[in-house]
């Protein structure tokens, strides 16, 4: 037993000094504290809050029922898979519109329709009238809009008028919307965009969002630009019934004189630099949570503009009253501003009380400075007839003054009407226009220093027509054509086309989710010999007749959108403006990117 117990013994102190020599560890097995993001729960509850839909402030001035071929609407998604670049682009869908480009992106972009020159539109932001201001009294450049911080535009057709409705982003989602975008292109062209919207449950929400341009020297001895957007928005939208909102646009324009033509250092174009801002408070009432019964909206306005020695200031308030019924709608606005138009007064209706049938009409009333005043009516009135033929007839009827912001210019008489019939199938579309408008007398697009002024227009009859043939699922074909008859008219090209064969699949035997999609597009425009003006002696300046070429590659997976955009793919020498080039060969390319964080 002792040797036994001598044994263990022995064993002991060994185990004993063993463990003497080697101390323990003094470090945890793991000291990186475990993650406190967990990755997947935060992505299943940021897709839960995305299906979780939130009231909004509804828009302004395009409810209710209209006829038929009375309006071209963009919804967001149709924004961003066409290939405009600039609300201009977009209004050139519209048969009839040219438009007088300045050269390079970045330049102006002026609409001219139906003769009318730069009184050709009417701008709606939000609801609010967006009028000229700053070195420009007489029109809007639409290609100053910031297209990335809009959501929907909206173009309602009158013979010798557009108006166009623009309206900013609307978050209706409980998840936080991120937007990106990054382009580039020839001759160091890159634009910039970025936005961050964020709702809340309790009704409460903000949004901030911007827009950076730069366009350096493309045609011309000298032509740089650059443009920059800001919009802020901040509101409290409790319920489909009340809400209000805070908003402020800023745009900054930086454009340099356009220099070029015969003699290198001639200036064709005015430079254009400074800060105009539009600000908005809006408060809308209403009975019930959908589109039916009254509404209210109340909105204060301030817009103003400072830079190229010029400080103007714009303050507008007043509201605009609708009651809607599922057949019918009723609705009246008034507003009094502090300048150039002092007083502005609507009423205005449709009526739809049968499906085939529909019917619009609008009555307005405008003071101006030093005692003018501006009086009108419109009226329209559609069928829808069976295998898919459409008719409307639209007149315009009125004394109205068209550059308010000009003392010397008086109200001009016009009678203005139009017939469009159509037909539409899902393999063929068509459209044809019959329009006949009053005579005018149109101002010369203050931009444009090589055009001194346009010859008075005598009253015309324009003829329309535009077609489409989608003959494949994957191939679409379509354009429009336009054609003054009678006198020739100054500012705008006879015998118009502009015309698009569009390529477009889905892949969806390889992605049945229809998740990828592919457009490649070609675009021709031409017009014939016209003139586009007088220079300052009086005579006449020759538009030529020309043809562009110009092609479009987009790629979008789910919200990722990749695009490449190419012009004047024949290197054409002539212009839309004389003097104004068009770069042979520019392009663009770049990224979109929408996601919920």
Known sequence: MSARLALALLVLVGHAGAAAQVPFDTLPADSVAADTVDQTARYLREQEQNAVRLPVLPRIGIDGPRPPSSRIV????????????????????????????????????????????????????DGAPYAPLGLDSLGVDPSLFPMSLLER?????????????????????????????????????????????????????????????????????????????LLLQGGYVPSERFGVQYQIVRSKPNRRAFEGGAAAAD?????????????????????????????????????????????????????????????????????????WTTFDARVEGGWAPVAPLGASAEVGYQRHDLGRESRWVGARAGVVLPLGLTATGTLRHGSIVFAPALTADPAQDVTDLSVVAGWQHRLVGVELGYHHTDAFRPQAYQPFRVVDSLAPVGAADWVTASLRLAPLSWLTLEGWYS?????????????????????????????????????????????????????????????????????VLELRLQSFIIYWDRYNLRSSRHAYVPGFGIPPGGSTFGVRWEFVN
Request: no cysteine; proline share 6%.
């Open 74 to 125: 963009f919804d967001r998604d149709s924004i961003d898979w066409t290939t405009a670049q600039t609300v201009a682009d977009l209004l050139q869908r519209v048969p009839g519109v040219y438009l007088w480009r300045g050269g390079w992106i970045g330049r102006p972009e002026y609409p001219n329709y139906q003769g009318r020159g730069p009184h050709t539109a009417e701008y709606y932001l």
């Open 153 to 229: 535009i909206e173009v309602e057709r009158w013979p010798g008028l557009l108006r166009v409705h623009l309206f900013t982003r609307r978050h209706d989602r409980l998840a936080a919307r991120s937007r990106i975008g990054i382009a580039a292109g020839d001759r160091d062209v890159a634009r910039y965009a970025g936005a961050l919207e964020r709702r809340f449950r309790s009704g409460a929400g903000f949004a901030v969002a911007g827009e950076y341009l730069n366009a350096p020297t493309a045609s011309g001895v000298r032509s740089d630009a650059s443009i920059s957007h």
């Open 483 to 551: 054609d003054p008859r009678g006198p020739a008219i100054e500012g705008i090209p006879p015998t118009h086309f502009l015309g698009s064969a569009t390529i477009r699949s889905r892949f969806l035997r390889t992605f049945p989710s229809g998740a990828f999609d592919l457009k490649l597009q070609g675009i021709v425009e031409a017009w014939g010999t016209g003139v586009i003006g007088r220079d300052a002696a009086g005579d006449p300046i020759k538009l030529r007749g020309a043809t562009f070429y110009r092609g």
């Open 267 to 339: 200036t064709l174009g005015e430079p254009l630099k400074g800060n105009r801002s539009d600000a908005q408070l809006r408060l809308f009432l209403r009975r019930r949570g959908d589109d039916l019964g009254p509404r209210l909206d109340v909105l204060y306005v301030r817009s103003g503009w400072e830079g190229g020695e010029v400080h103007q200031q714009n303050n507008q308030f007043g509201g605009v009253f609708s009651l809607r019924t599922p057949t019918a709608r009723l609705g009246a606005s008034a507003f009094i501003r502090s300048r």
